[in-house]
């Protein structure tokens, strides 16, 4: 079964940064399409951004565009949601989709 591992929330001061980690395994396939989540307190899930590996395409939120960043490292399964200039607005749960699974979550919590 294909199971995935998101890692890297913390908290962080607004302006701040990190970087979110989705360790994918269980998978064979080369192409495949993953995507970051997020929910926030009485907020439904609101899509942030997500890439395919076939032709590279990525996809960001409006509210995000500009100082997030999707990447990934195919060696480690791995892929990475770089996150500058963080803001409140972008505390919640940040979920990791793709391949026919869901990460668990990893909380974000920007204070001002």
């Known amino acids: 079964d294909v199971q995935l591992q998101a890692s890297g929330g913390g908290l962080v001061q607004v302006g701040g940064s990190l970087r979110l980690s989705c360790a994918a395994s269980?998978?064979?396939?080369?192409?495949?399409?993953i995507g970051w989540f997020r929910q926030a307190p009485g907020k439904e899930r609101e899509g942030v951004s997500c890439?395919?590996?076939?032709?590279?395409?990525?996809y960001y939120a409006d509210s995000v565009k500009g100082r997030f960043t999707i990447s990934s490292d195919n060696a480690k399964n791995t892929v990475y949601l770089q996150m500058n200039g963080l803001k409140p607005a972008d505390t919640g749960v940040y979920y990791c989709?793709?391949?026919?699974?869901r990460g668990q979550g990893t909380l974000v919590t920007v204070s001002s």
């Open positions: 989709q793709g391949l026919g699974a």
């Open positions: 269980g998978f064979t396939s080369d192409e495949y399409a």
């Open positions: 890439m395919t590996s076939r032709d590279g395409m990525t």
